[in-house]
């Protein structure tokens, strides 16, 4: 249970509800998390979110450093002080998300659908006013989550030979866990997003912008890979439209900052047709067509080989046709890329494991736990530890495992029942 819904229930179980003035409209509304529980829990959950989102984007930290600094240029402007953190996050699928507290990320895929800084500004500081104004905090407290973009990232696994567990590897950490915003609070951090912009000297029509290209993408329906946005951010023609009245407030002109937004991005872009051959290899491996998925892969590789996860996808596609060798070496060179991802770990480990390669199994594993604790990395080291008589080890690890609800957790619970 999260610390969230902890105090949720001890809140309703005790007939107590704290009224609050919001920061951001100054309505008295009724608060569930004190805001210094709101600031934990996000520095709690930034580092895993991360790590199940893709990991920090690490090819140019240049572009790291220039979204921090319009972050904090938005959000000095915040009617709500918090201690602030932004990141980009090597994540194909459209979207940003905040946590409670002011922890924002932002999917390295949404940037390449931006044209200029200003267009940056309308997506963040719309994150920042979910965080100023409560909503990542209320939405959590009610468990309105959501899993955006599994298929995306997860196929892979389920069809590259490793077997019914060892394939949830790479379907660990494909999911985008966020909130699922109501109308009316998307609306309003559209609405005073727009506010924020201006105090730090953007042009709002941004906001109108970035709104008509999310309703453009929506009508192009390319369902799995945009639903991730939609489903946690679901434009409309409202939304436009209410951007269109707001913005007609404001004095024409403010930055837009196109020339630097363009060369911040300029790596990102270089790279678009990788990420492309990425999409169309996750397409073969659907179909069950590996050869075509290396095919593709090669091709994003030879245009970014410093892409971890298109070695990881190409290890995935060489286990399916049990090539296991050559699929541990791309595993290998996952890692060597970006040896801080949980992900890259977790499948080398699981390899190896279905290759009663214990020992090097579970270094990986342990790593990967270090980096994400998943169920899938438990279960293994439990049935490590049991074969090497460390029973009590054991059975700490199965009993994380069998918190899972899928096959995982079945498998941890029937080895809980042999090991007591």
Known sequence: MTAVRFALLVTLSLGIGACATNPVTGREELSLVSGSEEIAIGERQYGPAQQSQGGPY???????????????????????KLPYEFVVLDNPVPNAWALPGGKIAVNSGLLLQLRDEAELAAVVGHEIVHAAAGHSASQMSKGSLINLGAELLGVAGQQAGLGN??????????????????????????????????????????????????????????????????A??????????????????????????AEAYQSATARLRKDAPAYEAETNALAALKRKDASGAINALDQAIAIEPGEGRFWELRGHARAML????????????AISRNPGYFRHHLVRGALRFE???????????????????????????????????????????????????????QRAREHLGAVR
């Not at 434009?235 to 269109?244: D, F, G, Y």
């Not at 049990?322 to 060179?333: I, Y």
């Not at 342990?366 to 994400?372: A, G, K, P, Q, Y």
């Open 58 to 80: 690490y090819l140019d930290p240049r572009l790291q450093d220039y979204v921090r600094s319009v972050g904090n240029r938005l959000a000095a402007g915040s009617d709500r």
């Open 165 to 230: 567990l060892g394939g949830q590897a790479a379907q660990l950490g494909a999911g985008a866990w966020m909130a699922h915003y109501s109308r009316s609070a998307e609306l309003e951090a559209d609405a005073y997003g727009m506010d924020y912009m201006a105090r730090a000297g953007y042009d709002p029509q941004a906001a109108v912008e970035v709104q008509e290209t999310f309703v453009k993408l929506a009508a192009g329906g390319n369902s799995d890979f945009i639903s991730g946005l939609f």
């Open 232 to 257: 946690s951010h679901p434009p409309s023609q409202e939304r436009v439209n209410a951007n269109l009245r707001r913005a007609q407030n404001f004095p024409p002109g403010g930055t837009r900052n």
């Open 322 to 333: 049990k090539q296991w060798s050559d699929a541990d070496a791309d595993f290998t060179a």
């Open 355 to 409: 290759r009663k390669q214990y020992q090097e199994a579970q270094r990986d594993l342990e790593e990967s736990r270090r980096l994400l604790p998943t169920p899938l990395a438990s279960l293994y080291l439990g049935e490590i530890a049991e074969a090497n008589g460390a029973i009590r080890q054991a059975d700490s690890y199965y009993r994380e495992a069998a918190a899972d609800n899928g096959a995982v957790g």
